[in-house]
């Protein structure tokens, strides 16, 4: 048995490549982390690497993390500047013994004496993107804070090794400095082969609150289905924010167990995710909450043309290539 899911449809190219490395026998580690930087490579995907959006500064600053479901090891960065593949970097910092997450210089500093690759990953169009918000956020009072997005993923192989990856721009016009959930252990991510793994997208400020894939691991080793501990997760974050804090923002979260069974859970209306397993092809996913459930459905062909089209569409009328 292997399996591997993973947050939103921009993921489906990543996890199709590497589902057959999988079923050959590859190992865990290597799929979340070639399948994530398949994501970061790709210019229309967003909110993650070469083309991710950019800081309330413009600057693109990136957060990822790797963690290994065998040894426990993690390793994270964030607001890392200007190098090509973020998960790359939090991967080999799982290896080291100290300084397991490495932010802004300091990141970027070791990330070059590592010898791993700098790119610019600012481009055109995220810029189109900035400007624009800039101008919707005055003319029209909207949140400077809504687009952002993190492809996470969590993979099982064949000999029974489990592993997480997560990487993302965060949010769109955060403030500089700032770290979302993503490259934080036990928030945006968490794996133990003995029971299994989870990852989270959404609003980091609330999702850390929840210390959530750390809780959604916990309680599937209690003996909830993946199914019943993610759904279980968002309810009860979500409830406690609102009567406690007033105000609760996106949530949604995909998680496997030890034996490539999977979950969903999610607060939005729409959540896309992709699933691969030994007796799944590579399928997308549409997830939305009813009454206490979250439940999902295959995404159809008219609902992925539509995405095909929507990540290219002109800004401002303006086409751009990548
Ligand atoms: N959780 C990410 C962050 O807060 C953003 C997202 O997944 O939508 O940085």
């Known amino acids: 048995m292997w399996g591997i899911i993973a947050t939103w449809r921009m993921a489906l190219e990543g996890v199709t490549r590497v589902s057959t490395q999988l079923e050959r026998g590859g190992d865990a580690a290597s799929a ?24 309330e500064n413009c600057e693109v600053e990136l957060d990822a993390a790797f963690m290994d479901g065998g040894s426990l090891a993690f390793g ?18 799982s290896r080291e013994r100290f300084n397991s997450l490495l932010v802004g210089k300091g990141a970027r500093e070791w990330a070059v004496e590592q010898g791993f690759a700098q ?30 997005d993190t492809v996470g993923m969590v993979s099982l192989d064949r000999q029974g090794g489990m592993s997480v990856a997560t990487s993302t721009s965060g949010l769109f016009m955060k403030r500089r400095g700032r770290v979302g959930d993503s490259p934080i252990i036990g928030s945006g991510f968490y ?11 959404g609003v980091g400020e609330d999702l ?10 916990q309680r599937m080793g209690r003996g909830m289905t993946p199914q019943q501990a993610a759904d279980s997760v968002v309810l009860e974050l979500e409830d406690k924010l609102m009567k406690r804090f007033g105000r609760c923002g996106d949530l949604s979260v ?6 490539g069974h999977f979950g969903v ?4 209306k729409t959540f896309s995710f992709v699933v691969a397993t ?36 002109p800004i401002d009328g303006v086409l751009y290539y990548d």
């Open 32 to 55: 979340v982390v070639d399948a994530v930087a398949d994501v970061e490579d790709f210019p229309f995907y967003k909110s993650v690497g070469f083309g991710g959006l950019p800081s």
């Open 76 to 93: 994270a960065v964030g607001n890392l500047v200007d190098i090509a593949n973020p998960v790359k970097v939090a991967h080999a910092l």
């Open 119 to 148: 790119k610019k990953m600012l481009t055109e169009r995220a810029i189109g993107h900035y400007k624009k918000r800039c101008r919707d956020t005055i003319d029209q009072g909207l949140s400077p804070y809504d687009g952002h």
């Open 191 to 201: 794996c133990d082969n003995e029971i299994g793994g989870a990852t989270a997208t």
């Open 208 to 217: 850390m609150k929840g210390c959530t894939s750390y809780e959604i691991v």
């Open 254 to 259: 995909v998680c496997m167990d030890k034996d």
């Open 265 to 268: 859970g999610t607060n939005i």
């Open 278 to 313: 030994s007796q799944l092809m590579p399928t997308v996913y549409l997830a939305e909450r009813v009454n206490e459930h979250t439940i999902y459905q295959r995404a159809d062909e008219i609902w992925l043309a539509d995405y095909e089209q929507r990540i290219r569409e």
